[in-house]
């Protein structure tokens, strides 16, 4: 359950904190107004109670010595009417009870005419508002202590405080809604600048060492800074490691050369077939380690390049012609032919890395020769797709079936039946680098009548 909770995205725990602060300022809102609408009643019902008890007092005469009280009944209809209220009253004199409801309960505090005393009563299984005021009348010197209550039922308290609370009700809920969606843009705009920082790293692949954009929010800043100070230093390990392999392979080269020169002298002299057979053994394992050390290299040349690529303009045909051409010398001692066919325009240009791209060519073009049946054709075809260009390179193979689409593009992975011939398994690896690098794809499968068929495939 705590798991849960922290996995929340920021979003959402923007948008709960958000809604959780909206939802308590909507209940204060509600609770509050509520309040002062109900205080504002009360003040009012409280005004209405005060003029009535004033227009008692004004009833009151002395009339041949005695007391006498002249009640506005058309006052209490007034007030009665209001709500539909029920209206009460008792007067006492020096605590003795003169008129009105005997039973209505004695309020323990009385006021003065000015401002009488308010309080909340039960009397009759109802709650009823009473205004009580205490004056004195002197009747032939004598003081009389004369107690007013007046008592008003709440029935219009009780229907404007529902009216309102329904009203109240909605309203706070409106507000709850609007702002809820205030929320969810606050969220939405708070965390923008976090996803625009997350989909740039996203999008850029596994392959991409570009710096991070610095252009962030201030909060974000350490992170960016961090991820940049990271990835050059995995840049600069990466091609320390890069120069490394490219200059072991290649101070493996010259000493290679040199002895497999000295053993080709060597056989021309030996006589005997042992010493002959060795030395063939040697000069075959120079020629596999030769071709390892020059594949490696090309390997550290591709990454590097497919890190930060060269793009120029060049004609696609032109390029894959001179290829061909190139290795027309190598076809003739195989006794293979080379058939080139494309129906492409000299003039029509591409816009990329041209090493990778020929990288690519050189390596397809190199096992389809390598691995053809000899006294066959090697067919290499460049055409336009409606999006793309198409090479396809095909030769005739019957040394057993090929790898599967994995494993041929494996680092070292070579077919059983082909290891007589020499190679170092990098062949494919390299082309699939180079060929990602420039956004292209490739397939190798067999087809009818074992011929193999690379398509390699470049988006226009
Ligand atoms: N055109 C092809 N015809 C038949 N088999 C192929 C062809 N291309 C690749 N293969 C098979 O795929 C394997 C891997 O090829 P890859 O080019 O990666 O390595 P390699 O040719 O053995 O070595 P390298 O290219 O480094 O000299 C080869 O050993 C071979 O068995
Ligand atoms: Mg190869």
Do not use: W
Not at 79 to 99: C, M, P, Q, S
Not at 207 to 222: A, F, T, Y
């Amino acid at each position: 359950m705590n798991k849960k909770i922290l996995n929340l995205s920021i979003r959402n725990r923007l948008l709960i904190q958000l809604s959780s602060v909206a939802f308590a300022i909507s209940v204060c809102l509600y609770l509050i107004t509520r309040l002062v609408v109900s205080q504002a009643v009360t003040a009012t019902q409280d005004s209405l109670l005060t003029a009535s008890l004033q227009s008692v007092i004004d009833k009151i005469y002395v009339v041949e010595n005695n007391i006498s009280i002249d009640l506005p009944y058309d006052t209490f209809t007034l007030l009665g009417a209001i709500g539909e209220d029920r209206i009460f009253y008792r007067i006492d004199k020096n605590d003795i009870f003169l008129t009105g409801y005997q039973d209505l309960p004695m309020t323990v505090k009385f006021g003065d005419i000015q401002e009488p005393q308010f309080s909340n009563i039960i009397y009759k299984d109802e709650t009823f508002r009473i205004a009580a005021t205490e004056i004195v009348v002197f009747v032939m010197e004598k003081s009389y202590e004369l107690k007013i209550m007046i008592a008003q039922s709440q029935n219009f308290q009780k229907s404007v405080a529902t009216k309102i609370s329904s009203n109240l009700l909605i309203i706070t809920l409106l507000f709850f809604m609007i702002a809820i969606l205030f929320a969810f843009l606050t969220a939405n705009l708070a965390i923008k600048p976090i996803d625009i920082f997350a989909d740039d790293v996203k999008l850029r692949g596994p392959k991409n060492l570009r710096k991070v954009s610095l252009d962030v929010p201030s909060e974000l800043q350490p992170l960016a800074n961090s991820l940049n100070e990271f990835i050059s230093r995995f840049r600069s390990t990466l091609r320390q490691t890069e120069t490394f392999i490219a200059e072991a392979a290649h101070h493996i080269r010259t000493p290679l050369s040199v002895v497999k020169t000295e053993s080709e002298l060597a056989l021309r002299k030996s006589k005997t077939p042992e010493n002959r057979k060795r030395l063939r053994t040697i000069i075959k394992s120079v020629d596999q380690t030769n071709r390892s050390a020059t594949q490696l290299l090309d390997h550290a040349m591709v990454l590097y390049r497919a890190e930060r690529p060269e793009t120029m303009r060049f004609s696609i045909q032109q390029s894959v012609n001179e290829i061909v051409n190139q290795f027309k010398p190598a076809a003739d001692l195989k006794d293979l032919d080379i058939d080139f066919s494309s129906d492409l325009d000299m003039k029509e240009t591409v816009n990329l890395d041209r090493t990778l791209f020929e990288t690519s060519v050189r390596n397809l073009l190199d096992n389809a020769l390598k691995y053809a049946v000899s006294e066959t054709t090697v067919k290499v075809k460049l055409t336009k797709k409606s999006v793309s260009y198409e090479l396809t390179i095909q030769n005739k193979f019957s040394s057993g079936p090929l790898l599967d689409q994995r494993q041929l593009f494996k680092k070292f992975k070579r077919g059983e039946k082909t290891r007589e011939i020499i190679g170092s398994g990098l062949g494919l690896s390299i082309v699939q680098e180079a060929i990602n690098a420039i956004g292209g794809s490739v397939k190798i499968k067999k087809n009818k009548g074992d011929i193999i068929c690379a398509t390699f495939i470049l988006p226009c």
